[in-house]
């Protein structure tokens, strides 16, 4: 069953970019959160999303919020790509799934490629917007608007 606007988001762990155990209870229900699930660390689509949260950081961090990426690739790749890019959030990885199953994200072209949808959870840990979207370029723009509306 997908997770859906208006529903709370249980509280989950996964490997964190440093390879320590992140506990999404320090986080949710504490501050508003952009989670956003990607399809794989060091691709164009990909990396520009990445860079775009990068480079939109302090805007989602002066409204409060934390950003946190998501993919199915290992700590290891994602400590590479972070640090190739600069990236200043955490990224998570779901090599068992678990986390695209909690959330329901969908499969891209025909089952073949990891989805990619963002959600903004507000600070009672309630997700007030999902967008899925295979392209990389929009979901900053509109989870900036959507985080803006509920701030």
């Not at 964190?16 to 508003?32: H, M, Q, R, V």
């Not at 860079?51 to 805007?59: M, P």
């Not at 994602?78 to 190739?84: M, N």
């Not at 199953?101 to 499969?107: A, I, R």
Request: with cysteine; aromatic share 12%; glycine share 8%.
């Amino acid at each position: 069953m997908a997770l859906k606007v208006g529903d709370t988001v249980p509280n989950f762990q996964a490997k964190a970019t440093n390879g320590e155990l992140f506990d999404s209870a320090n986080i949710i229900g504490k501050k508003p959160l952009v989670l956003y699930f990607y399809p794989k660390d060091d691709t164009p689509g990909c990396t520009q999303q990445a860079c775009s949260f990068r480079d939109n950081y302090e805007v989602f961090t002066d409204l409060g919020a934390e950003v946190i990426g998501v993919s199915g690739d290992s700590t290891a790749s994602h400590e590479k790509f972070a640090a190739k890019y600069k990236l200043p959030f955490t990224l998570l990885s779901d090599s068992d799934k678990k986390l695209r199953n909690l959330f329901g994200v969908p499969t891209a072209l025909f089952g073949l490629i990891p989805g990619r949808v963002t959600y903004v959870v507000d600070d009672k840990g309630v997700i007030r917007f999902i967008f899925d979207n295979m392209s990389g370029k929009i979901h900053i723009e509109k989870a900036l608007q959507f985080l803006k509306k509920i701030i």
